[in-house]
């Protein structure tokens, strides 16, 4: 049973460049949350879909956009990247209509911004 | 407004019974959960628990919630090295909103 799968794990790009992560959910979830993780600091919420629309977003500009696939995988784009974006980004997945399941998350694309 | 709040350390030596803390703010009917994330990796579930309940036990793991002091603890019996890591708690709201808020995360050493 594949648990949450992130690509890729490291990338490295320079400020004004854009990004697309990729997040495939684990195998029965529908719906997928994206986090950011600044260095020594917890996670923070950046948005979540379901049904391939989004659901909730956090405080994030809209340099950050997503989309869900019918196959309810999902991804993370940045546009005009910042210093600031350097973070591990973490994407979760769950049930949606499971109200008391946990988020599982996924390990990560750590990126670097130059 | 939502903050979840930890220490920042913990040292404790191997076999000893390991307590990380947190407090959180909402009010309102929640979740919390506590993750523990290694090295280069990202986070894995160890256990949650739902508002209503005062404790939960699972294998080395006690839960502990005061609703009333909204205090959660997380209890790690015989601690082993391998048990290093950043451990986070986190609370969700019922109620309309499934984003979850983390704390900063206690970094516990286990020392041999």
């Known amino acids: 049973d594949a648990g949450v799968t992130q690509s890729p794990t490291h990338l490295i790009k320079t400020r004004g460049q854009q990004v697309t992560l990729r997040c495939s959910p684990k195998s029965g979830h529908d719906t997928v949350s994206w986090y950011q993780q600044a260095l020594g600091q917890g996670p923070q919420f950046i948005f979540q879909y379901y049904e391939e629309e989004e659901r909730q977003r956090g405080n994030f500009p809209d340099r950050f956009s997503g989309h869900q696939f019918p196959n309810y995988s999902s991804e993370l784009n940045v546009n005009a990247l910042l210093l600031g974006d350097s973070a591990l980004y973490l994407c979760?997945?769950?049930?949606?209509?499971?109200?008391?399941?946990?988020?599982?998350f996924g390990d990560g694309t750590r990126l670097s911004i130059l | 407004g939502e903050d979840v709040e930890q220490s920042l350390f913990l040292s404790v030596r191997e076999g000893d019974s390991s307590v990380i803390n947190c407090t959180y703010t909402?009010?309102?009917?929640?979740?919390l959960y506590w993750y523990k994330q290694e090295p280069g990796a990202g986070l894995q579930l160890l256990t949650y628990?739902?508002?209503?309940?005062d404790m939960k036990q699972d294998q080395r793991l006690t839960v502990l919630l005061n609703k009333k002091d909204k205090h959660l603890s997380l209890r790690i019996a015989d601690t082993q090295t391998g048990d290093s890591a950043i451990y986070f708690c986190a609370e969700r709201s019922i109620g309309g909103t499934y984003k979850y808020i983390f704390g900063t995360g206690t970094r516990l050493k286990v020392l041999a």
């Open positions: 909402d009010s309102s009917s929640t979740y």
């Open positions: 979760a997945s769950s049930l949606y209509v499971s109200g008391n399941q946990p988020q599982h």
């Open positions: 628990i739902f508002s209503n309940m």
